[in-house]
């Protein structure tokens, strides 16, 4: 029985989540967005952790087109573990994959356990931006890398009213942190090589075209299923997001770091 303290993300929120961005994704961009922030890094033969696997679409990606020769993912929802588990069935994979429900805080992984570690628009839920760089560093092999896409701050000190205000819409526990927050993490931990792409530019116009498919042609089916009510919440949500993202208080972000070979 899924814990309801770490269930923030039921069926009807991941219902419209995947509606507007692929089967087994819960964030912008879906497979295109992986594909980028892990453009040139081969996972190939390799074992992979998923940190916030959600509905598991990254998962199943990584090993159907990425050829990763395993990958685990974690997440504290185990409704949502649930899902991952039946997505990787679905498409043949459920050898490659294996999903864990895990308690907030350090990774439960012995040194050096993953070639590579990954996450997609998750790490967003873990405040202490500097103690995961530290436990992502320590679970990677010499020469691994760390990528990922996570929602950034861009502000420091008290965002605007109407950051506020999509923050209050959203209701999930964010723990946003700002670009410099990220670099100095990853630094401090031992990372080289570190990128931090801003895809503010592109998701700022990409969400008007979320907002009008939802009010569009989502509209009729995702009322069927979920109710008139939380489809019009939600429209609401993506509209203040859209403010937040002109704004330029919520910046979409890659994030990429190596460990470095040893001597």
Known sequence: MNDPATQEY?????ALLEAIWGEGFMSPGGIDEVDRYLEGIRLDGLAVLDIGCGLGGIDVHLVRQHR?????????????????????EKYGVESQTEFICVA??????????FDAVTSKDSIIHIPDKHALAVDVFRVLKPGGWFAASDWLAGYEGEPSAEM?????????????ATAEVYQQALATAGFTDLEIVDRNDWYR??????????????????????????VNHEVEVWEKMIVALEQGQLRPTHLRGRKPDRD
Request: hydrophobic share 45%; charged share 25%; net charge negative.
């Open 205 to 230: 116009q990409h969400a008007r075209h979320e907002r009008d498919h939802l009010k569009g042609a989502l509209y009729e089916g995702l009322v069927a299923a979920t109710g008139a009510e939380f």
């Open 10 to 14: 039921d069926d009807k929120l991941t």
């Open 164 to 176: 506020q205000d999509y923050l209050a819409a959203e209701g999930l526990d964010f723990g946003l």
């Open 68 to 88: 990763a020769a395993m990958v685990t993912g974690i997440d504290i929802d185990q409704a949502l573990i649930d899902q991952c588990r039946k997505l990787a």
């Open 104 to 113: 907030p805080g350090p990774l439960a992984f012995a040194d050096a356990s």
